[in-house]
């Protein structure tokens, strides 16, 4: 412990808790750094996701601007990793994608990745025809995507390697943590209780893991129907997004319909080994929370609810609360509870 350093806590030890904990290592330099969470790796919500890097068109920070940036600095940093030789360790992978609708036209677009992603094109004639008969609009593009099951292991290991503390521990008040001179509030749908913030909602969602090793790029149907190739040859086939449900019970009618929308867009998913079913709720929040605030003296700086594109926007709203941060340790505002 570096005495003369501030004490920073960081509450939450899904995708966003620990990009946030490894962006303010790299930035603060000396600082003492705890995450304090009560799951961890496979049992949180991150764990879930399929990680694609595609936002939805709803998704939405404070402003427009800040939403584009969230979205621009987050590809940087997966590019960084992308490029570099710890990419399967950290589960980052590139990989292109279809996006097909039989009935909309909008859908297929994306204003927030069209000039980010090195390609986003509307597909051919021919292409229309990869997925059986009946689709009318597509688009073509190339992204990747972030498989949490070897990321968040491995950003974990990195920040304890340069000398961050984990704690296991559940917190029920921000007044419990006044040892701390700043705390990030990463604790996705956690925060509903933690700051009675009913704006947070549980978004649920459930995939199928099937092994599909021969599957190399993504295809998106209407209805929530995803095709994701994985790590390891492990697909992921969804979905259902359920407003305010909070079942995390694997539901078998959602389970057939998955494999059945699947299975008609691509029909050789029939023969795949079906590995595993996953229930998630997604933290939804509009627009997501990144921000600070005063709690009875303690400086809290927020960011949750990501909905269901915490994974791919992680480290630009890490980067943003971050940079809150440390502007609020310079503050004069009196730590005192
Ligand atoms: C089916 C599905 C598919 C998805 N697909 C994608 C996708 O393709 N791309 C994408 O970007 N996103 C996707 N998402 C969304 C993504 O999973 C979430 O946005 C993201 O995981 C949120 O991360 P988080 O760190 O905020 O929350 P979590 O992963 O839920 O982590 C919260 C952390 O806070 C801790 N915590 C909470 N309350 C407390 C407390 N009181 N005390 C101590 N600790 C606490 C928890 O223990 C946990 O460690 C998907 C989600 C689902 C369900």
């Known amino acids: 412990m570096d005495k003369g350093a501030p004490n920073i806590a960081i509450l939450g030890a899904g995708v966003v808790g620990l990009t946030v904990a490894d962006i ?148 029920d008040s921000f007044t419990s943590l006044r040892q701390y001179d700043l705390v990030f509030n990463c604790t996705g749908l956690g925060a509903k209780y933690l700051c009675n913030d009913y704006d947070l909602v549980p978004l649920r969602g459930q995939v199928i893991k099937v092994k599909a090793p021969w599957l190399k790029t993504a295809f ?52 795949a080994e079906i590995i595993a079913h996953k229930v998630g709720l997604r933290p939804h929040r509009v627009p997501v929370r990144v921000e600070p605030e005063v709690i009875g003296g303690l400086k809290v700086v927020h960011c949750y609810g990501h909905g269901g594109y915490g994974v791919m926007c992680s480290p630009g709203t890490a980067l943003n609360a971050v940079k809150i941060g440390q502007d609020f340790l310079k503050s004069n505002i009196k730590n005192k509870l």
């Open 24 to 171: 303010l290592q790299k930035d603060l330099g000396k600082a003492n750094i705890t995450i304090i969470a009560d799951k961890f790796k496979e049992d949180t919500t991150s764990a879930v996701a399929a990680g694609i890097f595609r936002p939805g068109t709803s998704f939405r920070g404070a402003t427009r601007e800040i939403t584009q940036k969230w979205i621009d600095d987050s590809w940087h940093y997966w590019q960084d990793i992308l490029k570099s030789p710890e990419s399967p360790n950290a589960g980052v992978m590139a990989f292109s994608s279809y996006i097909f609708s039989k009935d909309n036209y909008h859908v297929t677009r994306n204003p927030f990745i069209e000039n980010l992603v090195p390609i986003y094109r509307p597909v051919q004639e021919a292409e229309l025809k990869l997925c059986g008969p009946g689709w009318k609009y597509g688009s073509y593009f190339t992204t990747l995507k972030i498989g949490c099951e070897k990321y968040l292991p491995w950003v974990e290991r990195r920040f304890v390697d340069k000398g961050g503390r984990i704690v296991s521990d559940k917190v």
């Open 220 to 271: 998106y149907g209407d209805y929530d129907t995803y095709i994701i190739p994985g790590l390891d040859g492990v697909a992921t086939l969804g979905g259902v997004r359920q407003y305010d449900s909070y079942n995390l019970q694997v539901c078998k009618h959602d389970a057939a319909a998955i494999l059945e929308r699947c299975c008609q867009m691509l029909p050789a998913l029939k023969k």
